[in-house]
């Protein structure tokens, strides 16, 4: 129920910022969108760089934007794994 209520308070709270401060907005959007795309030219190169290193070969499409994201989604875990075991 907590998490709900929380759900349509950023919701309501994000459209009277874009409502009230739409210059402020633009610029939150505009750096939620660089932040996705740092991360995903990065987990794409990492891909390519495992690829490589299993095949020894350069894999067909190389450019991000050809990229399966389902493939950079299952390295999250293992990344996860990697750091708890640092930690320990």
């Given at each position: 129920m907590r998490f709900i209520l929380n759900f349509i308070f950023f919701?309501?709270?994000f459209y009277a910022i874009y409502l009230i401060f739409p210059d402020a907005f633009h610029t939150l959007v505009?750096?939620?969108n660089s932040i996705y795309e740092l991360v995903r030219?990065?987990?794409?190169?990492?891909i390519e760089q495992v690829q490589e290193?299993?095949?020894g070969v350069k894999p067909e499409h190389s450019h991000p934007e050809h990229s399966h994201p389902e493939?950079?989604?299952?390295?999250?875990?293992?990344?996860m794994m990697m750091i708890?075991?640092?930690?320990?």
């Amino acid at each position: 129920m907590r998490f709900i209520l929380n759900f349509i308070f950023f919701g309501v709270l994000f459209y009277a910022i874009y409502l009230i401060f739409p210059d402020a907005f633009h610029t939150l959007v505009g750096w939620a969108n660089s932040i996705y795309e740092l991360v995903r030219d990065i987990l794409m190169r990492l891909i390519e760089q495992v690829q490589e290193w299993r095949g020894g070969v350069k894999p067909e499409h190389s450019h991000p934007e050809h990229s399966h994201p389902e493939q950079a989604l299952f390295l999250i875990p293992f990344w996860m794994m990697m750091i708890q075991k640092r930690q320990s």
